[in-house]
């Protein structure tokens, strides 16, 4: 089977820019999540998702950053606009009731501002 | 407010020898545990996870970890280590109700291995 599969893998782009990052998580998970890891924050979650809809979004840094869920298959993490401070790795993970709550991540987006 | 204390920032071995990273959570009742590992430039690969029952569970790699109620404490451990097991390991904690499944994550453990 697939795994949670991220794109883009890498992005550089420019201060102010949009940036929107893609996941499609494994087939048959209800709970999507997606998470930040920086040197100093480590690993943090931004925003979970539960039958599409998004149940605690208290992660999420600032009004630049929106999360959707449009269907079972695919989410998207808009940045609007990008600064510098957010170039970071954004992982993208999903779970369902009968897998045991393991948490599946994808192999995370390396976004790069400058 | 579940968290997870991982104490070692960077930990070195050589290789051959055993290993055991520390990982303490706190939660209000029986967590699920993970242990994650990163190699560098690469995702997250889940090495192993206590939901219940037997509190020694087997992970990949030749990795073990025991869950002591008593301690808070979910320890990683393998007898022999390997140079590929160079990586950073994550210990995470997620609760068991449906609000409460996301994880939460320690700062990580950097693991370097000398030859």
């Given at each position: 089977?697939?795994?949670?599969?991220?794109?883009?893998?890498?992005?550089?782009?420019?201060?102010?820019?949009?940036?929107?990052?893609?996941?499609?998580p494994?087939?048959?998970?209800?709970?999507?999540?997606?998470?930040?890891q920086t040197?100093?924050?480590?690993?943090?979650?931004?925003?979970?998702?539960?039958?599409?809809?998004?149940?605690?979004?208290?992660?999420?840094?600032?009004?630049?950053?929106?999360?959707?869920?449009?269907?079972?298959?695919?989410?998207?993490?808009?940045?609007?606009?990008?600064?510098?401070?957010?170039?970071?790795?954004?992982?993208?993970?999903?779970?369902?009731?009968?897998?045991?709550?393991?948490i599946?991540?994808?192999?995370?987006?390396?976004?790069?501002?400058? | 407010?579940?968290?997870?204390?991982?104490p070692?920032?960077?930990?070195?071995?050589?290789?051959?020898?055993?290993?055991e990273?520390?990982?303490?959570?706190s939660?209000?009742?029986?967590?699920?545990?993970?242990?994650?590992?990163?190699?560098?430039?690469?995702?997250?690969?889940?090495?192993?996870?206590?939901?219940?029952?037997?509190?020694?569970?087997?992970?990949?790699k030749?990795?073990?970890?025991?869950?002591?109620?008593?301690?808070?404490?979910?320890n990683l451990?393998?007898?022999s280590v390997h140079?590929?097991d160079a990586?950073?390991y994550?210990?995470?904690?997620?609760g068991?109700?449906?609000?409460?499944?996301?994880?939460?994550?320690?700062?990580?453990?950097?693991?370097?291995?000398?030859?």
């Amino acid at each position: 089977d697939a795994g949670v599969i991220q794109s883009p893998r890498h992005e550089v782009t420019e201060m102010g820019q949009e940036v929107t990052l893609r996941c499609k998580p494994i087939s048959g998970h209800d709970y999507l999540f997606w998470y930040r890891q920086t040197m100093m924050r480590g690993l943090e979650l931004l925003i979970y998702f539960n039958n599409n809809v998004p149940i605690d979004d208290s992660g999420m840094p600032e009004d630049r950053f929106s999360a959707k869920m449009p269907n079972a298959s695919f989410s998207t993490l808009k940045i609007q606009p990008s600064e510098p401070r957010d170039s970071a790795v954004y992982f993208c993970a999903s779970t369902s009731t009968g897998s045991g709550n393991t948490i599946y991540f994808g192999e995370g987006s390396w976004l790069t501002v400058v | 407010a579940q968290s997870v204390t991982q104490p070692d920032i960077h930990i070195t071995v050589s290789e051959g020898a055993s290993l055991e990273l520390r990982c303490n959570y706190s939660y209000g009742a029986t967590p699920y545990l993970f242990w994650y590992v990163q190699s560098p430039g690469q995702g997250l690969q889940l090495l192993l996870k206590y939901f219940s029952g037997d509190t020694l569970v087997q992970g990949i790699k030749g990795f073990e970890a025991e869950f002591k109620r008593s301690q808070s404490s979910f320890n990683l451990r393998k007898p022999s280590v390997h140079w590929s097991d160079a990586a950073e390991y994550f210990c995470a904690v997620a609760g068991r109700s449906g609000s409460a499944r996301q994880l939460t994550f320690g700062s990580g453990t950097q693991l370097t291995v000398l030859p």
